[in-house]
């Protein structure tokens, strides 16, 4: 089992930045992945980082302003967040998979974490 706990959510102006954590606890976490939920949206995949960090993606929205990366001694994943907008406001999910290569679907990923809310305001 690995427990996943976010953090580094806030409430920002947009042109603003944040880094948000997601520290893993119970074994160490293989392929893992930020996720974001806005209200009256489904969740959609924000970036994703393979077990060795070497291999990355994101979505288009994002690409160019965050950036994924990972400690694997820490056992831990952050997510960098600069030139905000207000339509990145959601709730942010970290996720965990149990294989190592990178995945993007939502359904690919074993864990999740209770989510970090992060607010963008215009």
């Known amino acids: 089992q690995v427990q996943l706990v976010e953090s580094g959510g806030g409430l920002v102006q947009a042109g603003g930045s944040l880094r948000l954590s997601c520290a893993a606890s119970?074994?160490?976490?293989?392929?893992m992945g930020w996720f974001r939920q806005a209200p009256g949206k489904e969740r959609e995949f924000v970036a994703g980082?393979?077990?060795?960090?070497?291999?990355?993606n994101y979505r288009d929205s994002v690409k160019g302003r965050f950036t994924i990366s990972r400690d694997n001694a820490k056992n831990t994943m952050y997510l960098e967040m600069n030139s905000l907008k207000p339509e990145d406001t959601a709730v942010y999910y970290c996720?965990?998979?149990?294989?190592?290569?990178?995945?993007?679907?939502?359904?690919?990923?074993?864990?999740w974490g209770q989510g970090t809310q992060v607010t963008v305001s215009s």
């Open positions: 996720a965990a998979a149990e294989g190592y290569a990178l995945v993007l679907r939502p359904s690919s990923y074993d864990y």
């Open positions: 119970g074994r160490a976490a293989h392929a």
């Open positions: 980082i393979s077990w060795s960090g070497a291999s990355t």
